[in-house]
């Protein structure tokens, strides 16, 4: 079945360390995000990539990286300089192009917490 | 810019009673405009979507909305809950020049009473 795998779903962090989020699909997609979730906050965007070897920062993309090696891996860097990483991170891709109208897909999302 | 809100962060319904989500949107050209919907500790999955053609969608688990120009409105409704529609939702938007971004509300918690 076609889809977005997240690893790990738990994560926890002692202050001053960088972790990475895994995310990888399967579904052909051209564009990956990133976004952060916090209780009564909705989902805020991180960063975001239309095509392989380029991505943008999104809202809050201060104390986080990514990469996009491979078409069908995102990964997302937590480091040491974001204040306030303990949330709950989701991954998500779509069909590419400026034509809009395409679903995002989500991941099942893992929960960063900061010790 | 585009933006999305939702009245009311928490809405309580009787099992069996019409379910009715709000979600107003601002856009500078005509949007694209989805629902999901969240379970605890999970992605969000979608429920539904417009982007052109008929005003009103069908979406999954009896859900619909309607796409209002002249209100700037895609609510959200099923006319009889059930237990397990209780959940998280989110309206989100989308503009046909700002490629796939998706601009999501901050969400409305659903609870369904039995």
């Known amino acids: 079945d076609g889809g977005i795998t997240q690893s790990p779903k738990y994560l926890f962090r002692k202050e001053g360390q960088n972790v990475t989020l895994s995310c990888e699909q399967n579904?052909?997609?051209?564009?990956m995000y990133w976004y952060r979730q916090d209780p009564g906050q909705g989902l805020r965007l991180i960063y975001y990539?239309?095509?392989?070897?380029?991505?943008q920062k999104g809202d809050i993309a201060e104390g986080y990286s990514v990469s996009r090696e491979k078409k069908e891996s995102f990964p997302l860097t937590v480091t040491s300089a974001q204040k306030n990483p303990t949330a709950f991170y989701l991954c998500?891709?779509?069909?590419?192009?400026?034509?809009?109208?395409?679903?995002?897909?989500f991941g099942p999302g893992t929960r960063l917490t900061v010790l | 810019a585009q933006s999305v809100t939702q009245l009311g962060s928490h809405v309580s319904v009787s099992e069996g009673a019409l379910v009715l989500l709000r979600c107003n949107y601002s856009?500078?050209?005509?949007?694209?405009l989805f629902w999901y919907v969240q379970y605890p500790n999970q992605g969000l999955q979608l429920l539904l979507k417009?982007?052109?053609?008929?005003?009103l969608v069908k979406g999954i688990n009896g859900f619909e909305a309607e796409f209002k120009k002249s209100e700037t409105s895609f609510h959200l409704t099923k006319p009889s809950a059930h237990m397990s529609d209780a959940a998280e939702y989110f309206c989100?938007?989308?503009?046909?020049?700002?490629?796939?971004?998706?601009?999501f509300g901050p969400g409305t918690r659903l609870s369904v009473l039995p």
């Open positions: 998500a891709s779509s069909k590419g192009g400026l034509a809009g109208g395409n679903e995002q897909f």
């Open positions: 579904l052909n997609h051209d564009a």
């Open positions: 990539s239309q095509i392989v070897n380029d991505f």
């Open positions: 856009s500078s050209v005509p949007p694209y």
């Open positions: 417009y982007t052109t053609g008929a005003t």
């Open positions: 989100a938007v989308s503009e046909a020049n700002y490629g796939q971004n998706f601009v």
